[in-house]
Nanobody, 118 residues
Framework: QVQLVESGGGLVQPGGSLRLSCAAS????????MSWYRQAPGKERELVAS??????????NYADVVKGRFTISRDNAKNTVSLQMNSLKPEDTAVYYC?????????WGQGTQVTVSS
C-alpha cells in the first residue's frame, strides 16, 4: 500500500524556519521524482520544489518565490524527502503536500499545515 506521510508543519513567526519531512512507503522510492506543493486558502495548488529521481541525478527545481530560502533533499536509504524552509514569510502560509511521480503513477500525501504569523 502506497503511503506518503508528511510531518513537521506548525506555527512559526516571520523570519523563522521549519523542516518538513515526507516518509514514503509502498513503492520503489528511488525511481520517483519527488515534489512539494502547497495550497493557500482560496488559491490553487502550486509547485514549491522538486527533486528528480536517482537516475536523473537528483536535480532540484524551485519556484521563484522560494529560491534561496527553501531547500529540498531526499534520503533514498530512508525513503524520505525533506523541505528545509528558512526566512519564512506570512505568504508561505499554506497546506504543504508531498507528491511522488513516475511515468503515469502519481501519489499524494494528506498535507501538513504551515502557518507563518506573529
Amino acid at each position: 500500500q502506497v503511503q506518503l506521510v508528511e510531518s513537521g508543519g506548525g506555527l512559526v513567526q516571520p523570519g523563522g524556519s521549519l523542516r518538513l519531512s515526507c516518509a514514503a512507503s509502498g513503492f520503489f522510492f528511488r525511481w520517483y521524482d519527488m515534489s512539494w506543493y502547497r495550497q493557500a486558502p482560496g488559491k490553487e495548488r502550486e509547485l514549491v520544489a522538486s527533486i528528480s529521481n536517482v537516475g536523473d541525478g537528483e536535480t532540484t527545481n524551485y519556484a521563484d518565490v522560494v529560491k534561496g530560502r527553501f531547500t529540498i533533499s531526499r534520503d533514498n536509504a530512508k525513503n524520505t524527502v525533506s523541505l528545509q524552509m528558512n526566512s519564512l514569510k506570512p505568504e508561505d502560509t499554506a497546506v504543504y503536500y508531498c507528491c511522488s511521480r513516475w511515468t503515469v503513477k502519481e501519489y499524494w500525501g494528506q498535507g501538513t499545515q504551515v502557518t507563518v504569523s506573529s
